[in-house]
């Protein structure tokens, strides 16, 4: 167990509904990150958070996409009028320290299927 | 960006024989090259990591080596178990703590 929570783990919605998925890393962790994995790949890199503020955001990510960590702590991931492509499992993972060159403490992930 | 190569993409060994996966990465700001294994359900966790001033890091069954100028390091299991099945990740990782994974290699021990 990481202590990173995901939720909901899965989830199944339509195509253009909007849906949210949150992350609760433990306390200790500064830095947060959001990646997306399909099937037979690696993790896609999506955002990374240090505190409360958003350092970067993939350029592969459109505009539908939007990721929040108020106060530091848990952090919500958007995806806006959801498409078949966003078919993915969505990680979290959080990490100590400010550089974030440490291991990164995942969680299961949430698995979004788009009808 | 980076572009990061990873291969075998399948490796099928026999209990008791090792395994060597490697990864090659594009990105000369790397400096920091962890491994990761994800178990199927689950998300990744590291398995062991090398930083760019050293070459080799050994940890019982687990070995990972780097070569900085050309651009690659490995990872070697060595008398592979039945519990060592899973996908292995390679992520080189920049100063600022971003992680490119590979695409993964699927790692199968038969009895």
Same mark, same amino acid.
């Given at each position: 167990?990481? @202590?990173?929570?995901?939720?909901? #783990? +899965?989830?199944?919605?339509?195509?253009?509904?909007?849906?949210?998925?949150?992350?609760? =890393?433990?306390?200790? +962790?500064?830095?947060?990150?959001?990646?997306?994995?399909? *099937?037979?790949? @690696? =993790?896609?890199? *999506?955002?990374?958070?240090?505190?409360?503020?958003?350092?970067?955001?993939?350029? *592969?990510?459109?505009?539908?996409?939007?990721?929040?960590?108020?106060?530091?702590?848990?952090?919500?991931?958007?995806?806006? #009028?959801?498409?078949?492509?966003?078919?993915?499992?969505?990680?979290?993972? $959080?990490?100590? @320290?400010?550089?974030?060159? @440490?291991? *990164?403490?995942?969680?299961? $992930?949430?698995?979004?299927?788009?009808? | 960006?980076?572009?990061?190569?990873? /291969?075998?993409?399948?490796?099928?060994?026999?209990?008791?024989?090792?395994?060597?996966?490697? !990864?090659?990465?594009?990105?000369?700001?790397?400096?920091?090259?962890?491994?990761?294994?994800?178990?199927?359900?689950?998300?990744?966790?590291?398995?062991?990591?090398? &930083?760019?001033?050293?070459?080799?890091?050994?940890?019982? &069954?687990?070995?990972?080596?780097?070569?900085?100028?050309?651009? /690659?390091?490995?990872? /070697?299991?060595?008398?592979?178990?039945?519990?060592?099945?899973?996908?292995?990740? !390679?992520?080189?990782?920049?100063?600022?703590?971003?992680?490119?994974?590979?695409?993964?290699?699927?790692?199968?021990?038969?009895?």
């Amino acid at each position: 167990d990481t @202590g990173v929570s995901q939720n909901p #783990r +899965h989830k199944i919605t339509k195509r253009g509904q909007n849906v949210t998925f949150r992350c609760d =890393p433990i306390s200790e +962790h500064n830095r947060l990150y959001w990646y997306r994995q399909t *099937l037979g790949q @690696g =993790p896609e890199f *999506l955002t990374y958070f240090q505190n409360e503020a958003q350092l970067e955001k993939s350029r *592969l990510l459109s505009d539908r996409f939007s990721a929040e960590r108020p106060k530091g702590s848990f952090s919500t991931l958007e995806i806006q #009028r959801t498409e078949q492509g966003d078919s993915a499992m969505y990680l979290c993972a $959080g990490t100590q @320290g400010l550089k974030g060159t @440490g291991e *990164l403490f995942f969680g299961e $992930g949430s698995r979004l299927t788009v009808l | 960006g980076e572009n990061v190569e990873q /291969h075998p993409s399948t490796l099928s060994v026999q209990e008791g024989d090792s395994a060597v996966i490697k !990864c090659t990465y594009s990105d000369s700001a790397s400096n920091y090259f962890p491994w990761y294994k994800q178990e199927l359900g689950k998300g990744p966790q590291l398995i062991i990591d090398i &930083r760019s001033n050293v070459g080799e890091k050994k940890d019982q &069954r687990i070995a990972v080596t780097l070569n900085k100028t050309a651009k /690659h390091f490995s990872l /070697h299991i060595t008398e592979t178990q039945p519990e060592d099945s899973a996908v292995y990740f !390679c992520a080189p990782t920049d100063s600022w703590g971003k992680l490119q994974f590979g695409a993964g290699t699927q790692v199968v021990v038969t009895p």
